[in-house]
């Protein structure tokens, strides 16, 4: 779900309102869901570690710093939009 919903994000960069409606309503729900601040962190090092553990030598340096911004910045503009 996570790999979707960033999917998305990158497929709306050309329309950023759009993009911003969602990421509100996908963190509000997330609230609903019970997610923490603290949480955030722990699930994105255990996304980072699922991705390096299939993707294997695909997982370069460049591929994982990548992976790491696209879900800090989602994550972050999820936790504003709710704060
Ligand atoms: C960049 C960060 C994240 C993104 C983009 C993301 C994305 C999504 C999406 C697209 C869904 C599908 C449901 C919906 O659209 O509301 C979902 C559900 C969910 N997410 Fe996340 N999520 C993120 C972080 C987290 C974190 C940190 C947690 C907690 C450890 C979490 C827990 C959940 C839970 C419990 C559900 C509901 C699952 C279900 O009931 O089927 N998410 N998330």
Redesign the pocket.
Known sequence: ??I???GL?VSGLDKPEGLQDQVK??GT??IT???QPR??N???AALIWALEQSLGPAFTPEVKDAWIAA?GA??VA?RRATT
């Open positions: 779900m996570v979707t919903a960033i994000a309503s996908l729900r997330h869901y019970g997610v949480d955030v722990t699930f994105g879900y989602l994550s999820m």
